[in-house]
């Protein structure tokens, strides 16, 4: 069974900086993810790591401006986001999938509890 715990959200002024952990524990599939969902709307994805070779996407909402990585000895997923906007307030989950290039919500089979991620204008 895989969990994925998630930490390091919280406030942030516009402009700001903030970095997401995931820890994963567990046999985990090759795909790691980010996705953030904003009160009232749907779950969209952000961003998405390949463990074998580091392969990442993005979605053109948070191109230049945040940046997924992973650490495969520690099991663990960051997503730095810099130049953060108010529009990026939401509540940010990690995701596992065995998919390549997944970016539907349904394509993730586990799924972390989500931190909140605020930020001020």
């Known amino acids: 069974q895989v969990q994925l715990v998630e930490s390091g959200g919280g406030l942030v002024q516009a402009g700001g900086s903030l970095t997401l952990s995931c820890a994963a524990s567990g046999r985990t599939f090759s795909n790691m993810a980010w996705f953030r969902q904003a009160a009232g709307k749907e779950r969209e994805f952000v961003t998405a790591i390949r463990w074998s070779d580091g392969n990442t996407y993005y979605a053109d909402s948070v191109k230049g401006r945040f940046t997924i990585s992973g650490d495969n000895i520690k099991n663990t997923v960051y997503l730095q986001m810099n130049s953060l906007k108010p529009e990026d307030t939401a509540v940010y989950y990690c995701?596992?999938?065995?998919?390549?290039?997944?970016?539907?919500?349904?394509?993730?089979?586990?799924w972390g509890q989500g931190t909140q991620v605020t930020v001020s204008s």
């Open positions: 995701a596992n999938s065995p998919l390549n290039y997944a970016t539907s919500p349904s394509q993730y089979f586990y």
